[in-house]
């Protein structure tokens, strides 16, 4: 997460607040969308902007990440700033305060004396790819939390040959050019001099192995294609376009090397009543205009279930009732939002004869100083005539 600006991934002030934060993950989740944006490096931006999100959604991980530029509270991590070194990395330094440029690489060009030759720090290890699913819930699921099991196609390390490549992981003897280490040294006629560098080993791919017999499951690359069944426990609150991240469940590494991590784009079906408005649920129900009148109660839908609400006499339209701690748990902590009711007087869309004799009495026995809203526009009214 290191050197990574996330107010400038979501596109907000550093003291934006809470609301801003979540209006503007809305909009740019939205924007790079896999399933709406296809061009090159939406999928890469999506998982920052989920990323950015994450920490700055999160008031203990903002804090961090204001203070010290990671949201764990450490010391090496990320300038939230963005200016002179960007912050600092393991050996230091970053190279985001140099154009891009490695220190690793800078140090390795001149370390020698300026041509006298220079040996690098690599290793053989490689990390494993990250994959990308996405799963579809249905709002009660979304709202609720539940668990899923997911099936994935990644590779793995081929437990015939252990990872060797090698038959029955027996059938391979010590590299000779790198001496089982997997890292050769290798040396190259540059502008600035006879320059010595190491790297991955040629002969042997970086194995430190020389297969003597390939295994026949997986061809000698160590490695496979396997169906996988994981289980993921989808927690309570979760909104739609959201990424669950599970560590380590990727594509194995190679070499030694460690294993991608696994990205659950999260959809969510519509509800056939309820709308979302970030932790709070909406409604609008429209109500015979006689229950506005004279009162009445009726059902509520919830995520799960239902509630009653009690409509008090002479209750104006649109009306918004709120009923407290209905709404969405809050992903971050034992927090509900709210369910806004709003309740609109309907018309019927036809009288009997004998309807209309009754209205009728009722509307002359109600004078017109009784609807002060009217009563008021009237006299607006004649001021403007």
Same mark, same amino acid.
């Given at each position: ?30 924007k790079y969308h896999p399933d709406i944006n296809k061009e090159a490096g939406a999928a890469e931006k999506f998982k920052d902007v989920n990323e950015a999100y994450e920490v700055l959604s999160d008031k203990t991980k903002r804090s961090n990440y204001d ?11 990320? !300038?939230?700033? @963005?200016? +002179? *070194? $960007? =912050?600092? #990395?393991?050996?230091?330094? &970053? /190279?985001?305060?140099? %154009? ?7 140090? !390795?060009?001149? @370390?020698? +004396? *300026? $041509? =006298?030759? #220079?040996?690098?720090?690599? &290793? /053989?290890?490689?990390? %494993? ?15 609720? =939390? ?31 050019t790198c001496k089982g280490t997997g890292i050769a040294t290798y040396t190259e006629n540059t502008l600035f001099g006879r320059m010595v560098r190491q790297g991955v080993c040629k002969d042997c791919n970086g194995t430190g192995k020389s297969i003597k ?156 100083s009784s609807f002060a809203r009217y009563k008021s526009y009237l006299k607006d009214l004649d001021s403007v005539k």
């Amino acid at each position: 997460m290191a050197n990574k600006n996330y107010y400038e991934i979501l596109g907000v002030d550093k003291s934006a607040s809470d609301d801003e934060i979540k209006s503007a993950y809305r909009r740019m989740a939205k924007k790079y969308h896999p399933d709406i944006n296809k061009e090159a490096g939406a999928a890469e931006k999506f998982k920052d902007v989920n990323e950015a999100y994450e920490v700055l959604s999160d008031k203990t991980k903002r804090s961090n990440y204001d203070k010290y530029g990671d949201p764990n509270g450490g010391f090496f991590g990320g !300038n939230s700033g @963005g200016a +002179g *070194f $960007g =912050g600092f #990395s393991q050996n230091g330094f &970053s /190279s985001s305060g140099f %154009g891009g440029f490695d220190f690793d690489d800078i140090f !390795n060009m001149f @370390g020698g +004396g *300026f $041509g =006298g030759g #220079s040996t690098t720090r690599s &290793s /053989s290890a490689v990390r %494993g790819e990250d994959l990308q699913v996405q799963i579809n819930l249905t709002f009660k699921e979304a709202v609720l =939390g539940c668990k899923k099991d997911i099936t994935i196609t990644r590779q793995e390390q081929c437990s015939s040959c252990n990872g060797t490549g090698a038959k029955g992981g027996t059938e391979y003897t010590t590299c000779s050019t790198c001496k089982g280490t997997g890292i050769a040294t290798y040396t190259e006629n540059t502008l600035f001099g006879r320059m010595v560098r190491q790297g991955v080993c040629k002969d042997c791919n970086g194995t430190g192995k020389s297969i003597k017999v390939k295994c026949s499951e997986c061809g000698g690359a160590g490695i496979k294609k396997v169906n996988k069944v994981i289980s993921i426990n989808i927690p309570a609150g979760i909104d739609n376009h959201q990424v669950i991240t599970v560590r380590g469940s990727g594509n194995a590494g190679r070499r030694g090397g460690a294993n991608g991590d696994l990205h659950i784009i999260v959809n969510i079906k519509d509800h056939k009543l309820l709308e979302r408005d970030g932790y709070d649920l909406k409604i609008k129900i429209y109500v015979p205009f006689y229950t506005l009148i004279r009162g009445g109660e009726i059902d509520v839908p919830l995520a799960d279930g239902y509630t009653t609400l009690k409509i008090p006499e002479l209750t104006q339209s649109n009306t918004v009732f709120k009923i407290k701690g209905k709404g969405i748990k809050n992903l971050n902590g034992n927090v509900y939002g709210d369910l806004l009711v709003t309740i609109v007087a309907e018309s019927p869309k036809t009288l009997s004869r004998e309807d209309k004799k009754i209205l009728d009495t009722l509307i002359n026995s109600i004078p017109e100083s009784s609807f002060a809203r009217y009563k008021s526009y009237l006299k607006d009214l004649d001021s403007v005539k």
